[in-house]
């Protein structure tokens, strides 16, 4: 199916039945009692994943960090942070989920590092050495960042730095697409090489451990002042992915860059559908100016929003259909940086989303948590969270234990609180209930992952859709179609070759080719 983009290798076999679970690691699970979720933690807890289904793994920054960004300030790429474990805990983590045949992937973060790297410290020093162009610094110690957020009076150097995003993260120099100052230097300078030449370091590094491949934080912001294209990006990419992918042709690599048709010709395997206001995510979820509550919500699975399917196929498939035979455009049910659906969506709206999720093209990606219905909570902000804090709270495992089964210690210790209100999901409760939330993303992973029809690489054809419409339908491989009514109010549709419904959620039925939905349910037929 895959054309070779770039000469780079195409993206492996087994992504075509994966479907990822992301592990904020300081959440998951705590093996010894410090409040805070650790490597052995996720060691204890793979059962669950693989009893779930899932065969790969995200896991949030594990590396070295004063942790003012939660993890994103790395100090150190090359060694554990102490809070989670050690080296030899993370290569221990490896094996025991290939014993499972669980993939991992781990989160690098190229475009900065902590202000306490010691790369950046000798960056700082007054007389020039081998990290004085590794990140961007202006021309003098009064100069402005060109546009760009920038700090001074901090270092013994006469200069300014720019920073990415916190200023705790001064941004590695990638060098400049369009430049206006002198300190702007050219994605070939020999600092903006060396950059290149270490991230390959990094990643040989715990690839050669065991590590399956990396999700790459802010892989389209290398380059500055490069433009919406973003061409001298995709070159610096291509660039390091040619210095050593050919030596690891089961490694994947997932971007956060949210344009495929980029992404993927920069070398990536896979590129996520961010949370961007308006683009095709956010209309079917998150269509909404308070993604916690309290403002309309127009998206496609709120029973009440009256939103059409057509917008978000008009937005999602040009980037479908010119990316699909380069890689995967990629689903996720949330993240670390975007609040949850619930108690936004109810139940019924969510097992919809997720039937969608798990039957569309691309590889899914869910969330720790979400598979139970964790809920977005309105905590203070810790380790640089702000309002994405409530989206990162500790896995909820069990009612019946302290901490929710989470962690030993005290609760004032833990890294975050517990939903501990009333009805809140925990995953033992639901692994009894075959009718738990649980159970029903367990069982929709189950048949996609049995069904090639309904895997990643697999034909998508969107049916008919108007703006009235509240019903979504799109078949896969030609042998299977997907009904999904996302209104307030019962529907039915005909549905040409109908044999079986295979899967379901809501009320359904199907008389011979005419498929009856009720209110905010969902159906996978198979075709004859």
Same mark, same amino acid.
């Given at each position: 199916?895959?054309?070779?983009?770039?000469?780079?290798? !195409?993206?492996?076999?087994?992504?075509?039945?994966?479907?990822?679970?992301?592990?904020?690691?300081?959440?998951? *699970?705590?093996?010894?009692?410090?409040?805070?979720?650790?490597?052995?933690?996720?060691?204890?807890?793979?059962?669950?994943?693989?009893?779930?289904? %899932?065969?790969?793994?995200?896991?949030?920054?594990?590396?070295?960090?004063?942790?003012?960004? #939660?993890?994103?300030?790395?100090?150190? *790429?090359?060694?554990?942070?102490?809070?989670?474990? !050690?080296?030899?805990?993370?290569?221990?983590?490896?094996?025991?989920?290939?014993? =499972?045949?669980?993939?991992?992937?781990?989160?690098?973060?190229?475009?900065?590092?902590?202000?306490?790297?010691?790369?950046?410290?000798?960056?700082?020093?007054?007389?020039?050495?081998?990290?004085? @162009?590794?990140?961007?610094?202006?021309?003098?110690?009064? @100069?402005?960042?060109?546009?760009?957020?920038?700090?001074?009076?901090?270092?013994?150097?006469?200069?300014?730095?720019?920073?990415?995003?916190?200023?705790?993260?001064?941004?590695?120099?990638?060098?400049?697409?369009?430049?206006?100052?002198?300190?702007?230097?050219?994605?070939? #300078?020999?600092?903006?090489?060396?950059?290149?030449?270490? $991230?390959?370091?990094?990643? &040989?590094?715990?690839?050669?451990?065991?590590?399956?491949?990396?999700?790459?934080?802010?892989?389209?912001?290398?380059?500055?002042?490069?433009?919406?294209?973003?061409?001298?990006? $995709?070159?610096?990419?291509?660039?390091?992915?040619?210095?050593? =992918?050919?030596?690891?042709?089961? /490694?994947?690599?997932?971007?956060?860059?949210?344009?495929?048709?980029?992404?993927?010709?920069?070398?990536?395997?896979?590129?996520?559908?961010?949370?961007?206001?308006?683009?095709?995510?956010?209309?079917?979820?998150?269509?909404?100016?308070?993604?916690?509550?309290? /403002?309309?919500?127009?998206?496609?699975?709120?029973?009440?929003?009256?939103?059409?399917?057509?917008?978000?196929?008009?937005?999602?498939?040009?980037?479908?259909?010119?990316?699909?035979?380069?890689?995967?455009?990629?689903?996720?049910?949330?993240?670390?940086?975007?609040?949850?659906?619930?108690?936004?969506?109810?139940?019924?709206?969510?097992?919809?989303?997720?039937?969608?999720?798990?039957?569309?093209?691309?590889?899914?990606?869910?969330?720790?948590?979400?598979?139970?219905?964790?809920?977005?909570?309105?905590?203070?902000?810790?380790?640089?969270? *702000?309002?994405? !804090?409530?989206?990162?709270?500790?896995?909820?495992?069990? %009612?019946?234990?302290?901490?929710?089964?989470?962690?030993?210690?005290?609760?004032?210790?833990?890294?975050?609180?517990?939903?501990?209100? /009333?009805?809140?999901?925990?995953? #033992?409760?639901?692994?009894?209930?075959?009718?738990?939330?649980?159970?029903?993303? %367990? #069982?929709?992973?189950?048949?996609?992952?049995?069904?090639?029809?309904?895997?990643?690489?697999?034909?998508?054809?969107?049916?008919?859709?108007?703006?009235?419409?509240?019903?979504?339908?799109?078949?896969?491989?030609?042998?299977?179609?997907?009904?999904?009514?996302?209104?307030?109010?019962?529907?039915?549709?005909?549905?040409?070759? +109908?044999?079986?419904?295979?899967?379901?959620?809501?009320?359904?039925?199907?008389?011979?080719?005419?498929?009856?939905?009720?209110?905010?349910?969902? +159906?996978?037929? &198979?075709?004859?």
């Amino acid at each position: 199916m895959f054309t070779s983009h770039n000469g780079l290798p !195409t993206p492996p076999e087994w992504l075509k039945d994966a479907v990822f679970y992301e592990i904020y690691p300081q959440s998951f *699970y705590d093996s010894n009692g410090d409040g805070i979720g650790d490597l052995k933690g996720i060691v204890d807890k793979l059962d669950y994943v693989a009893e779930l289904g %899932a065969n790969a793994l995200w896991i949030n920054p594990c590396f070295d960090s004063p942790f003012k960004d #939660a993890g994103y300030d790395v100090r150190d *790429y090359y060694t554990v942070a102490p809070r989670y474990g !050690t080296n030899d805990d993370l290569v221990a983590l490896f094996h025991a989920a290939h014993e =499972r045949g669980i993939k991992v992937l781990l989160d690098l973060v190229p475009g900065h590092t902590s202000e306490e790297n010691e790369w950046f410290k000798r960056s700082c020093e007054a007389d020039p050495n081998e990290y004085s @162009d590794r990140y961007i610094w202006t021309s003098h110690a009064f @100069d402005n960042g060109d546009g760009l957020p920038f700090i001074g009076g901090e270092a013994p150097r006469a200069a300014t730095y720019i920073l990415n995003f916190y200023k705790c993260q001064p941004a590695l120099n990638y060098g400049f697409n369009a430049k206006t100052r002198p300190w702007q230097q050219d994605p070939t #300078a020999p600092g903006p090489m060396a950059n290149r030449q270490e $991230m390959v370091n990094v990643m &040989r590094h715990w690839l050669d451990l065991g590590a399956d491949g990396f999700r790459v934080d802010m892989a389209d912001s290398l380059v500055k002042f490069d433009g919406e294209d973003k061409p001298e990006t $995709m070159k610096v990419w291509q660039d390091i992915f040619s210095r050593f =992918r050919a030596d690891y042709p089961e /490694a994947a690599f997932v971007s956060e860059w949210g344009t495929p048709t980029q992404a993927l010709r920069a070398g990536f395997d896979m590129d996520f559908y961010l949370d961007w206001r308006h683009n095709g995510y956010n209309l079917l979820a998150r269509d909404t100016e308070s993604p916690r509550g309290g /403002a309309e919500d127009k998206s496609f699975f709120k029973k009440d929003s009256g939103t059409s399917p057509q917008a978000f196929i008009e937005q999602y498939w040009p980037r479908y259909e010119g990316s699909r035979e380069l890689g995967y455009f990629s689903f996720i049910s949330c993240n670390h940086d975007t609040p949850r659906f619930a108690p936004r969506l109810d139940e019924a709206e969510r097992r919809l989303f997720f039937l969608f999720l798990l039957t569309m093209p691309g590889v899914p990606f869910i969330y720790y948590g979400d598979e139970i219905g964790m809920r977005y909570l309105d905590v203070p902000t810790h380790e640089g969270g *702000y309002h994405r !804090t409530g989206s990162r709270t500790p896995m909820q495992w069990d %009612a019946a234990q302290p901490n929710f089964g989470f962690s030993t210690a005290d609760p004032e210790s833990l890294y975050l609180p517990v939903d501990d209100s /009333a009805g809140a999901p925990d995953a #033992a409760s639901q692994a009894k209930d075959p009718g738990s939330l649980r159970s029903f993303v %367990a #069982a929709i992973i189950a048949l996609r992952r049995a069904t090639a029809e309904l895997q990643a690489d697999a034909p998508l054809e969107f049916g008919w859709a108007h703006d009235d419409s509240r019903i979504l339908v799109y078949t896969r491989g030609g042998a299977y179609a997907i009904a999904l009514n996302a209104g307030g109010s019962a529907d039915e549709l005909v549905i040409e070759g +109908a044999a079986e419904v295979v899967a379901a959620t809501g009320e359904t039925a199907l008389d011979g080719q005419t498929l009856r939905l009720g209110p905010v349910s969902g +159906a996978v037929v &198979r075709l004859s």
